[in-house]
Each structure stands twice: as structure tokens, then as C-alpha cells.
């Protein structure tokens, strides 16, 4: 099915009354993402989703516990300009997800990782820069890494 045909059955949906709810705040949460990212640091903005605002209560999801910890130090400057802007909001209560976000990082469980292989260049580039550093941690790491790598 092309794109002008789901769009164009989307529209008609969106017009029946059993569905004009779904959409309505569909529209809403997509209005309010845009927004919300825009007001927070540009870094953190793809890595977080707006939810809903219940009794005052703003749920934001975030990726991982390092981005909602960011966003709750930043919560209070956040609070003030979503009020500004007229929302409705007291609060905001940040959750962290379950799941990666982005979804072409996800990988099915089924799938193993690929296992990546040096080339004959890069082992030979790794043996002269290995040849030319004095006795140390880093020189030993490459020539733990090339035996490893060995074919």
C-alpha cells in the first residue's frame, strides 16, 4: 500500500466519531513532542517522549537513567517555560524505558551480533605503531589485540 493510500484512509479514519477521540489526541501529543523538544537541549530532545498531562502532572519518558536524571536537573527551568507557554502543568514526573528508543540500535533477540574483522592493512598499520612505542600499557594492549586477531 503506497503512502497517499494510507494517508488518504488515515484522513477518512480520522473524520469517523468512533475515532475522532484517538486522533484528536494523537495530533495533541504529536503538537506537545515537537514543542517539548524544542525547550529542551537539543542532546537530550531525541532521547525523551512526552506522555500525557494528568491532574497537573506532565509524564515525560526517557531513555536511561543518565538522560532522565539530566532532565529532572533541568525540571524546574522546564516547569517554568511549558507554564509560560500555558500548560496546564505542576509537575513532571520523568520515567525511564524499558527499551531503546532508537529503533535502528534495536535488534531482535534472534539476531547475533556480527563479529567484525580486521584487515591485513589495519594489523600491519597496528604492528609498526606497536614497533615504534617504548615498553608500556598501550604498546601491550595492540599486541594483545593483534594475537588475538590472528588468522
Known amino acids: 500500500m503506497t503512502s497517499y493510500k494510507v494517508n488518504s484512509y488515515l484522513k477518512r479514519l480520522e473524520k469517523t466519531p468512533e475515532y475522532e477521540n484517538v486522533f484528536s ?14 525547550l529542551v537541549p537539543a542532546h537530550l530532545a531525541p532521547h525523551c517522549t512526552v506522555g500525557r498531562i494528568t491532574q497537573g502532572k506532565l509524564t515525560v519518558m526517557a531513555e536511561n537513567g543518565a538522560i532522565a536524571h539530566k532532565l529532572k536537573q533541568i525540571s524546574p527551568s522546564l516547569l517554568l517555560k511549558l507554564q509560560e507557554l500555558g500548560w496546564e502543568v505542576t509537575a513532571i514526573q520523568f520515567l525511564v524505558q524499558a527499551y531503546q528508543m532508537n529503533q535502528s540500535a534495536k535488534r531482535l533477540p534472534q539476531e547475533k551480533p556480527t563479529k567484525v574483522k580486521l584487515s591485513q592493512t589495519g594489523k600491519e598499520c ?8 617504548p615498553n608500556s600499557e598501550f604498546k601491550d594492549s595492540i599486541t594483545s589485540f593483534l594475537k588475538k586477531h590472528q588468522d
Open 126 to 133: 597496528l604492528r609498526q605503531l606497536a614497533a615504534t612505542l
Open 25 to 38: 489526541l494523537a495530533h495533541q501529543l504529536h503538537s506537545n513532542q515537537l514543542l517539548f523538544s524544542q
